[in-house]
């Protein structure tokens, strides 16, 4: 499309529609909002709005002719299946040599489940020698419906770590599930429900949610990063979660080391997203994944391993990590310090998961 000719979004209400139009205007593109609901209310969210006869009215056609005509559109999108359908098959004659892009088709959602079922059913799940017998594995359905829920959650936390979490959530004594670095909540919406499917326990999530924490001694790291808002991620953390907290998780907004301090048997946290949890003061499963740099990593696991149960797991995330070695030096020097205290190990992806059989110092 040239950059000179306009963008058409109808129907210009539904929730795709928005966020295309928001990645249009980025790129620089004319945005014509349209529908043809009276009085719809996004018609505030356009620029310029115009008013189409719906899609079954005969005049729909020619109305959307002479509208293209108007604004010079050389590109229409149109996430609604319905509207698309009728346009993938007429825009042709209606605007000659304009583009069309809209919402996904009912079979393409179809296709999408089936292959998370296959995924789901052919999962295996990781080999070790737990500390204790485990509960029951989840469904087939119950583990599709979880990684399902993650996946409408933005983050890092991918398919086979969750898969590994579960066995780990289902081999965990009981006690809190404490999670350092949360940002969006992506992996603790996993340990949330979890938490509850498995009665382990409270989940902490320990996020200071503020610029001076997310340097990582990378450039390409620090450079991404340097303009995150980092509000906003807290306000998507809570709408995320909130749903799944139930009285079951809360947040404390502060560096790992100062969350440390005050963690302790008896730990009342209050938020006003999610009111007032209680926590026992010991963990069941820590999930270190806070800031990556060697030194805030090994300062998380001197902090918080010495809290956690003889029989839970500690979790190093990025293990392997593509902008730097720190998380895997940190794991690696607790192995060696703490090697017969550990009872099970093993890696999924690129994190690394242990299990304790003893309580360590740190």
């Known amino acids: 499309m040239s950059p000179r000719k306009a963008v058409l979004i109808f129907p210009a209400g539904m929730p795709d529609a928005l966020a295309f139009r928001d990645r249009a205007q980025a790129l620089g593109q004319r945005v014509i909002g349209a529908s043809s609901v009276e009085g719809d209310p996004a018609r505030g969210q356009y620029e310029t709005w115009e008013e189409l006869p719906y899609v079954s009215d005969p005049q729909f056609d020619g109305a959307l002719a002479a509208l293209m005509r108007r604004h010079d559109i050389g590109a229409v999108h149109a996430p609604h299946f319905i509207v698309w359908s009728h346009l993938s098959e007429r825009l042709a004659d209606i605007a000659p040599g304009a583009t069309l892009s809209g919402a996904e088709r009912p079979q393409d959602f179809e296709r999408a489940y089936q292959a998370l079922r296959a995924r789901m059913a052919a999962d295996t799940p990781p080999i070790f020698q737990p500390a204790f017998p485990g509960k029951p594995p989840l469904s ?23 898969l590994a979490v579960i066995e780990v959530m289902r081999h965990a004594p009981a006690g809190d ?76 907004r502060a560096r790992s080391e100062e969350a440390a301090a005050r963690y302790r048997p008896g730990l009342v946290v209050r938020t006003e997203a999610f009111g007032e949890t209680r926590y026992q003061g010991s963990i069941a499963v820590l999930h270190i994944d806070g800031n990556h740099a060697e030194a805030q990593a090994a300062l998380d696991a001197r902090v918080w391993t010495p809290h956690v149960a003889p029989g839970g797991w500690i979790i190093f995330d990025d293990y392997e990590w593509a902008f730097g070695d720190g998380p895997r030096k940190v794991a690696d020097a607790f192995v060696q310090r703490n090697a017969a205290s550990i009872a099970a190990m093993f890696q999924a992806g690129p994190t690394l998961f242990l299990q304790l059989r003893d309580a360590v110092d740190n």
């Open 177 to 252: 599930v404490v999670e350092i670095g949360s940002w969006w909540g992506r992996s603790a919406a996993v340990f949330a429900w979890l938490a509850g499917r498995y009665e382990v326990g409270k989940v902490l999530c320990v996020d200071p949610w503020i610029s001076e924490a997310l340097a990582q001694g990378d450039t390409l790291v620090d450079k991404a990063s340097a303009g995150l808002d980092t509000e906003e991620a807290l306000r998507m953390f809570e709408i995320n979660l909130a749903p799944l907290a139930g009285g079951r998780l809360n947040y404390v």
């Open 140 to 162: 087939l359905l119950e583990k599709a419906g979880l990684i399902r829920l993650m996946n409408t959650i933005p983050g890092m936390c991918a398919e086979e770590k969750a």
